[in-house]
């Protein structure tokens, strides 16, 4: 079983700045891409950012110039780095993860963390 496990989320003004942090646990083999989503009440979940193992990144138009993506391949954490913070970032922020386990090599499975609220007051 794989686990991710996000942190970092809170309470911040706008123009303010936060760090999520997504570990992965379990058993793990590799994993590919790593990507950050958010959903914001009454709206569909939305792609924030992506990562492959490689470092290209990909990001929504939303957030470019503000938010950067990484990773730590070592530790199988992505970061999420969110500057100027708008009030519409408002939302639960959640890890993604496409994961290789043993005895599924060819089939990258995903896994999602548990989610953790951003909210950004105007």
């Known amino acids: 079983q794989v686990q991710l496990v996000e942190s970092g989320g809170g309470l911040v003004q706008a123009g303010g700045s936060l760090r999520l942090s997504c570990a992965a646990s379990?058993?793990?083999?590799?994993?590919?891409?790593m990507g950050w989503y958010r959903q914001a009440p009454g709206k569909l979940r939305e792609l924030v950012a992506s990562?492959?193992?490689?470092?290209?990144?990909n990001y929504a138009d939303s957030v470019k110039g503000r938010f950067t993506i990484s990773r730590d391949n070592t530790r199988n954490t992505v970061y999420l780095q969110m500057n100027s913070l708008k009030p519409e970032d408002t939302a639960v922020y959640y890890c993604?993860?496409?994961?290789?386990?043993?005895?599924?090599?060819?089939?990258?499975?995903?896994?999602w963390g548990q989610g953790t609220q951003v909210t950004v007051s105007s």
């Open positions: 993604n993860a496409d994961v290789v386990v043993p005895g599924s090599l060819r089939y990258p499975i995903a896994y």
């Open positions: 990562i492959t193992s490689g470092g290209s990144t």
């Open positions: 379990g058993s793990i083999f590799s994993i590919n891409a």
